[in-house]
Each structure stands twice: as C-alpha cells, then as structure tokens.
C-alpha cells in the first residue's frame, strides 16, 4: 500500500535529485516509497508500471487534484487545466512485469518485452527520434521471424516497427499518458502527454524550499532544531508559523 512522503523524505528526494537526469529522479522518488525494493527491482519495471506507481505517490502525497498550465498552440493563450489522478490511472497493476511479449503482423512474429528505464537511459542523448527508435526496438525485441525464418531487428520492415511501436503503447498503457485539452479563448482541441516525472518533480522542488523557509522561520524564533521541526505534523508546523507571522 503506498504511503504518502514525510516532509524529510520530500527534502532528501529533492537533495539527490538536483543534479539528476529525470530517469533517475524517478528512481530516487521510487526508491524512498518502496525501500524495500532493490535498484533493479525499480530500473526493471516497464514506464507504465513505474508512472502508475508515481502517481500513486503523488496522490498519497500532494492529493488527487492535479493542476497546471498549457499553451494553446492556436492562439499561444495560457491554457489552466485540473485533472483528477483517478481519471489518468488506466491500471491498477503494478507488479513488474518481465514476460515476453507476442505480436503477429503480415507474417511477422516478434516476441519482445516492454521498455524499462534501463532502456530509456540508453537512450538518453541520441537527438534522432529514428535512430533512437531503432535502438529501444533492438533492446526489446527478443525474437522476429518471418514466415519461421529469423530476421535482424534492422530488416525489419517500416511498417512492422511501427506496428511494435503501437503495441508496447498499448500494452503499457500507463506509460504515454495523453490529455485532451481545450482553450476556452480559441476554441481549440489538441492533446499533450502528461510526464509524471516532471511534474511530481516541480512540485517536491517547490514543497522542498517551502519547508526549508518555514524550518528557517521557526528555528530563528524558538531555536528548535531542524531534524525537530521536520518531524512535526505540518498542521502543528503551521500553526507555530500562523503564530510568529501574525505577532
Ligand atoms: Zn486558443
């Protein structure tokens, strides 16, 4: 069962996390709720089962509601959008899944596996979307053959890889989380995928120096001790605050 992050927890997230890609500040906001999982335990779930757990953390955490900002493409208007965290859970599941997938396509057979954040990662860098693409199906698939012969990942033909491509979405539902969104000045429709990462992450960064600017209020007045401050409810910690700034 997830549980929400203490204020420490949220400190020590966003400590680590500073200097890190986004891949591994999944992993640091992942491993402080499930510490009793092991890095490969983590690295190896699929981007669904990873972003379904994030979410889940984020609920815990900071609630259901979600909101933020989007540009509309037609008229470059600010877009505000609130989305609940239940209607963007397609899955519950999340237990890591390492079975092998099948998929049969105009007399193709590929047998592969869903991408990771250790197939992500090798990624990271590569600036040719293609290349990049060649590169994750040449990780993940485990077998292609045609008509019972073997092919070479690279022989596959285009339409094949897409057809991949289009089924680890759809398998992984979780891990391409795409939102409808409409300007109310335009009238305009468009989706954008929403990045778990990134926005947990903006908000664990501003949470952060908002608890360091309340520890840094409380221990100049009382002298209490940071670690003391930190392990109080954040009710209590408001209510000393409410205290010092309305004197
Ligand atoms: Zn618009």
Known sequence: ??????????????????GQHPLDRAMTMLHVAFPEATRDDLVLLTIGQRDTRLLALREQTFGTRLSSLA????????????????????SMDIEPSVEVQQ?????????????????LSTLVGYSDVAQARQL???????????????????DLPETIAEALAAQMDERDPQAEMELDLKCAACGHHWQVLFDIVSFFWTEIAIYAKRLLGEVHILAQVYGWRELDILSM???????YLEMVTDG
């Not at 997830?2 to 997230?13: F, P, S, V």
Request: charged letters at 20%; aromatic letters at 6%; hydrophobic letters at 40%.
């Open 1 to 18: 069962m997830m549980r929400a992050l203490t204020g420490r927890e949220i400190l020590h997230i966003w400590e680590v996390g500073q």
């Open 71 to 90: 540009i509309c493409p037609a008229c470059q208007g600010q877009v505000e959008f609130t989305l609940n965290t239940s209607d963007m859970r397609t």
């Open 103 to 119: 998929m049969t396509v105009d007399g193709y057979e590929v047998h592969f596996r869903l991408p990771n954040s250790v197939d």
């Open 136 to 154: 994750l199906l040449s990780r993940c698939i485990v077998q292609a053959s045609k008509d019972g012969i073997a092919v070479n990942v690279e």
């Open 233 to 239: 409810s954040a009710l209590r910690r408001q209510f």
